[in-house]
Each structure stands twice: as structure tokens, then as C-alpha cells.
């Protein structure tokens, strides 16, 4: 492994850890309806925008961890060809990955944190659908 690529391996993983130390990664709060009606459909751009784009750039442009928008390269459709992979993906964290998407020797990729604690199922799920559609999917 090069030096370069070490460095940035390390860096990432350094930041991550920082993040999460720091409280970077904080629960979000849904909103939610006072009467006994459906609870109001999840912002996924607006959770993106607190929770990922630390990491993923503004708009999914690319940072430490990989970009998303479609003009930036992305190759988010083509790893997770299905959205249900990239929901495990994103609840699990790169540790559930080891030998595939997400190992830390392959570029633009660094520690992903399991975001089963920080954010709801429906949070991840609306995250996922803004990711996608950054894409171009």
C-alpha cells in the first residue's frame, strides 16, 4: 500500500472517529404529528445535508467518503444495484463489509460508520432514496 493511500485511509478513519467523539453524528428528530394521523414523510436531503454530507460533500459531490452525484463519477448504482443493499449498507456500516463495498483499501472509501443507532429506519430509507436520485436512479 502506498503512503498516499495509507494516509487517506488513515485520515478518514481519524476524521470518522473524531466526528463521532465530537458528537457528529447526533440522533435527527422527525417530525412528528400531534394527532393520530400518519407521521410527516421524512426529509432525506435534509437528514443528508446534517448526517452525511460531512463526509459525502455538499449534494453528494465527495469528500473522505465517496461521491454520490451523478456528475461527480458516482458509482453508487452500479455497487448497490438495488436500494435494499445500500439500506444494509448505511445500518450496518463498512465493519459488517469487510471483503466488499466499503473495504478501506479501495478508493474513496474510509470507515463508514453503522448509522443503526443514530438514525431511524425511515430516516435511513429517505437518505438512501436522496442518494439515489443524486445518482440519477
Given at each position: 500500500m502506498?503512503?498516499?493511500?495509507?494516509?487517506?485511509?488513515v485520515?478518514?478513519?481519524?476524521a470518522?472517529l473524531?466526528m463521532?467523539?465530537?458528537?457528529?453524528?447526533?440522533?435527527t428528530a422527525?417530525a412528528?404529528s400531534?394527532?393520530s394521523g400518519?407521521a410527516?414523510p421524512?426529509?432525506?436531503?435534509?437528514v443528508f445535508e446534517k448526517?452525511?454530507?460531512?463526509?459525502?460533500?455538499?449534494?453528494g459531490?465527495?469528500g473522505i467518503?465517496?461521491?454520490?452525484?451523478?456528475?461527480s463519477?458516482?458509482q453508487l448504482?452500479t455497487?448497490?444495484?438495488d436500494?435494499?443493499q445500500?439500506?444494509?449498507?448505511?445500518?450496518?456500516g463498512?465493519?459488517?463489509f469487510?471483503?466488499?463495498?466499503?473495504?478501506t483499501?479501495?478508493k474513496g472509501?474510509?470507515?463508514?460508520?453503522?448509522?443503526?443507532n443514530?438514525l431511524?429506519?425511515?430516516?435511513?430509507e429517505a437518505v438512501?432514496?436522496y442518494?439515489r436520485?443524486?445518482?440519477?436512479g
Amino acid at each position: 500500500m502506498s503512503v498516499k493511500r495509507l494516509s487517506v485511509a488513515v485520515l478518514g478513519i481519524v476524521a470518522v472517529l473524531a466526528m463521532a467523539g465530537c458528537g457528529g453524528f447526533k440522533p435527527t428528530a422527525t417530525a412528528q404529528s400531534s394527532s393520530s394521523g400518519p407521521a410527516a414523510p421524512v426529509d432525506g436531503k435534509a437528514v443528508f445535508e446534517k448526517q452525511c454530507s460531512v463526509c459525502h460533500g455538499a449534494g453528494g459531490t465527495g469528500g473522505i467518503g465517496p461521491a454520490f452525484a451523478k456528475e461527480s463519477g458516482s458509482q453508487l448504482l452500479t455497487v448497490f444495484p438495488d436500494a435494499s443493499q445500500q439500506v444494509d449498507f448505511v445500518t450496518k456500516g463498512s465493519a459488517a463489509f469487510p471483503g466488499g463495498y466499503g473495504a478501506t483499501n479501495k478508493k474513496g472509501t474510509g470507515a463508514m460508520p453503522a448509522f443503526s443507532n443514530i438514525l431511524k429506519p425511515d430516516e435511513i430509507e429517505a437518505v438512501v432514496k436522496y442518494e439515489r436520485s443524486l445518482a440519477g436512479g
